[in-house]
Each structure stands twice: as C-alpha cells, then as structure tokens.
Nanobody, 121 residues
C-alpha cells in the first residue's frame, strides 16, 4: 500500500510564505514524476508545478519566480516553497506522484488528500 500525505497548508496574508510537503510512504520501489496541483472553489484542478526524477522542473506561468518545487528522494518527500503569496493562490493543494510499488512492480498514479492554502488580502 502506498500513501501520499500533504502538510503545511494554512492561512497567510498576501505577500507571505508557506512551505508545503508531500510525503510518500509504503511499499515504494521508485518514484517518478511528482506534481503539485491546486483547485480553487468552483474551478477545475490545475497543475502548479512538477519535478521529474531527474530534477527537471516545470511551473505554471502564474507562479514562476514565486514558487519553488523540490524533492528529497532519500525521504520520498516533495516540497513546494511558496513566496509572495497572492489571494488568487488560495485553494486546496494536492500532490500527485507516479510510483512503482514493490508489491505490484507496476507504475501507478497516486494522489494525496489535499491541504488548504488560504491567502487573505
């Protein structure tokens, strides 16, 4: 069984910072690409930032220069450092990862349960 658990969300004023974490646990053989998504109330879920197992990163235009994605493969954990937060960054943030488990030896997609980020103006 593989699990992803996010943490680090909260309420912050505009201009502030938060650091999200996504910890993977369970029968993990390898973790491929890891991704942060967010979903604002009444809107579709959107990709925010992505990091490959080789360390290549991608950011949606609206967060470039403000957010930094990273991963610690020794701890099976991904991070999202969010600086200069804006009210439009408000939403539920979800982590996603492509993981090969030691049990199935097959690639599967996993999602975390989400963590709420609220930025007040």
């Amino acid at each position: 069984q593989v699990q992803l658990v996010e943490s680090g969300g909260g309420l912050v004023q505009a201009g502030g910072s938060l650091r999200l974490s996504c910890a993977a646990s369970g029968s993990i053989l390898s973790i491929n690409t890891m991704t942060w998504y967010r979903q604002a109330l009444g809107k579709q879920r959107e990709l925010v930032a992505q990091i490959t197992d080789g360390g290549h990163t991608f950011y949606v235009e609206s967060v470039k220069g403000r957010f930094t994605i990273s991963r610690d493969d020794a701890k099976n954990t991904m991070f999202l450092q969010m600086n200069s937060l804006k009210p439009e960054d408000t939403g539920a943030y979800y982590c996603h990862a492509g993981i090969v488990s030691t049990v199935t030896k097959a690639y599967q997609n996993y999602w975390g349960q989400g963590t709420q980020v609220t930025v007040s103006s």
